[in-house]
């Protein structure tokens, strides 16, 4: 059983920052790839950026525009993704997950374990 734990979502102002944490628990497996997505209120969950296990290729969406940074540490299987500049167009629930046969350029179904959500707000 592999669990995805999500935390460090919460109520922010226009230009301010969050990191979110993805802790992965379980037989998660080696070499996986990490990503995260999000869903807006009456949109489709969408791709926000991806990384995988050297760290040596990461994707990001076109509106991260140099904001977003995804990073992880293996030995805590936990991947981050440190939220600058947050706009409110932004908010959304924010998902990881993990694709242990993908690449960083797999589409979301390919994507393994996913995380409960965290919301994430920003306010104008």
């Known amino acids: 059983q592999v669990q995805m734990v999500e935390s460090g979502g919460g109520l922010v102002q226009a230009g301010g920052s969050l990191r979110l944490s993805c802790a992965a628990s379980?037989?998660?497996?080696?070499?996986?790839?990490g990503g995260w997505f999000r869903r807006a209120p009456g949109k489709e969950r969408e791709f926000v950026a991806a990384?995988?296990?050297?760290?040596?290729?990461?994707r990001y969406a076109d509106f991260v525009r140099g904001r977003f940074t995804i990073s992880r540490e293996n030995a805590k299987n936990t991947v981050y993704l440190q939220m600058n500049n947050l706009q409110p167009e932004d908010t959304a629930v924010y998902y990881c997950?993990?694709?242990?046969?993908?690449?960083?350029?797999?589409?979301?179904?390919?994507?393994?374990?996913w995380g409960q959500g965290t919301q994430v707000t920003v306010s104008s």
């Open positions: 997950a993990v694709s242990r046969d993908g690449t960083i350029d797999s589409p979301d179904h390919l994507y393994d374990y």
């Open positions: 990384i995988s296990w050297s760290e040596t290729s990461i």
């Open positions: 379980g037989r998660v497996g080696r070499s996986y790839v």
